[in-house]
């Protein structure tokens, strides 16, 4: 059985949102959310690459995007919403097919007491850049956290300051992203309740 390292860095160090403006190392992306202050984590893995002249040839490939300290009271019903950007201001494609460039969440509307790790109960969802739903197969999961430690800083985790992590493609067999690839995250609530969502295929 190998060894497969497995990297968490500070993607952006201070993210203020509400009427403020997205903080990232590498710059700043204004933004409208239902919390203050949250933090964003990013996980990376090694991915094996061979090629024919380095058998050892590989990146480390985007594992999960953590949104951290996320008041979970405030975001009540609202849909969170990640998508990465690269050196260009591309979004990067994070699903089976190229149109996938959001992963989406619904926040309960019901704070919850326990942690949920069920992608279906937080109504997981691939979009399009532009919002509209994408149907289909779905290889990415994703988790709320209310009781143990964060992701980003291993504070104590409660309602108030939740840790939601949307794992890429945890079989690591499609979706493999280069984390060098990635110059910024951006986060977004929406408050749009009725709005339809995409419900994806076994």
């Known amino acids: 059985m190998g060894f497969i390292p497995f990297l968490l860095s500070t993607f952006a160090a201070s993210v203020t949102v509400g009427n403020g403006a997205l903080e990232f190392g590498q710059g700043s992306q204004q933004a409208i959310a239902c919390d203050s202050k949250i933090y964003i984590a990013m996980g990376e893995e090694w991915h094996a690459n061979p ?3 380095d058998p050892s040839a590989g990146y480390f490939r985007v594992r999960a995007i953590t949104v951290s300290n996320l008041d979970l009271q405030s975001c009540a019903g609202k849909k ?11 979004e990067i494609g994070i699903g089976p097919i190229p149109e996938a460039k959001v992963l989406q969440v619904t ?22 850049g532009t ?17 143990g430690t964060s992701i980003y800083d291993g504070s104590v985790l409660n309602a108030n300051s939740a840790d939601v ?18 110059f910024r995250t951006t986060v977004e609530t929406i408050d749009n309740p009725s709005a339809q969502v995409a419900t994806p295929t076994p």
Request: proline share 6%; charged share 5%.
């Open 131 to 147: 919002g509209t739903p994408i149907s289909g197969t779905l290889l990415a999961s994703a988790a709320l956290s209310v009781s």
């Open 80 to 90: 969170l919403r990640i998508r990465l950007i690269n050196g260009t201001s591309q």
């Open 51 to 53: 090629s024919a002249t």
């Open 165 to 182: 992590t949307f794992f890429i493609d945890p079989a690591a067999t499609t979706v493999n992203i280069d984390g060098q690839s990635v």
């Open 107 to 128: 926040i309960p509307a019901i704070v919850p007491v326990s942690n949920i790790g069920d992608s279906t109960a937080l109504l997981l969802s691939y979009l399009t």
